[in-house]
Structures are given as C-alpha cells and as structure tokens.
C-alpha cells in the first residue's frame, strides 16, 4: 500500500473554485481500480503550539493506493488529464509525498 500528500498551492482567493473542480473529479478517483481513499482536505485553526500557520490557499490531497502501479496508472488517467487542464490557471504549485508503511 502507498500513502499520497499532494499539497496543492492555489491561486489566492481560488480555493473554493480549485475544490467544486477537484469534487466534480472524485467520484471517477474513486472508482479507478486500487484507490482506496482520495479526498480534500483544508487546514484547520486548532491553536495547538506545534501546528504550522494555517494556509488558506492551499488544499491538501489525501490519498491511500493499493500500490504504486496503481498510483503511477492514476496519475496517466484521462480524467486526470481533463481535471489538470481545468485547474491550471488556479494552481502555483504541487508537491507530493509519497509514503510507505514503515
């Protein structure tokens, strides 16, 4: 099993936008064959000492793989392509972990 972060930077004042187009994309995610969780996330303002500043231009892909063939098939998807071409203008930027049991 692989474990995603995709931390995606988007345009200020875009985030509602980037996620209604991300949501419009879920439901063929999550019927690609080996996905076991992709979802959306936000920050979230907890006032705990050790938490980084909250970013409110940022939004954060969770993601769970059967494997990493699943993963590296996800990422070719058409789907993919179309949603990639929809979000352009609102992302400045990505960066992914990829993660293994330890």
């Known amino acids: 099993m692989v474990h995603v972060i995709a931390t995606i930077?988007?345009?200020e004042g875009k985030r509602d936008e980037f996620v209604s187009i991300f949501n419009d994309?879920?439901?063929?995610?999550?019927?690609?064959?080996?996905?076991?969780?992709?979802?959306?996330?936000?920050?979230?303002?907890?006032?705990?000492?050790?938490?980084i500043p909250?970013?409110?231009?940022?939004?954060t892909i969770v993601e769970q793989w059967?494997?990493?063939?699943?993963?590296?098939?996800?990422?070719?998807?058409?789907?993919?392509?179309?949603y990639r071409e929809q979000v352009k203008d609102l992302v400045l930027g990505v960066s992914l972990q990829v993660l293994e049991p330890a």
């Open 25 to 51: 994309n879920l439901s063929n995610v999550l019927a690609e064959d080996g996905c076991l969780a992709y979802g959306p996330m936000v920050d979230l303002d907890t006032g705990f000492a050790v938490q």
């Open 66 to 82: 059967e494997s990493l063939d699943h993963l590296k098939a996800h990422l070719v998807a058409s789907h993919m392509a179309t």
């Open 9 to 11: 930077e988007v345009v």
């Open 54 to 59: 909250v970013r409110e231009n940022v939004v």
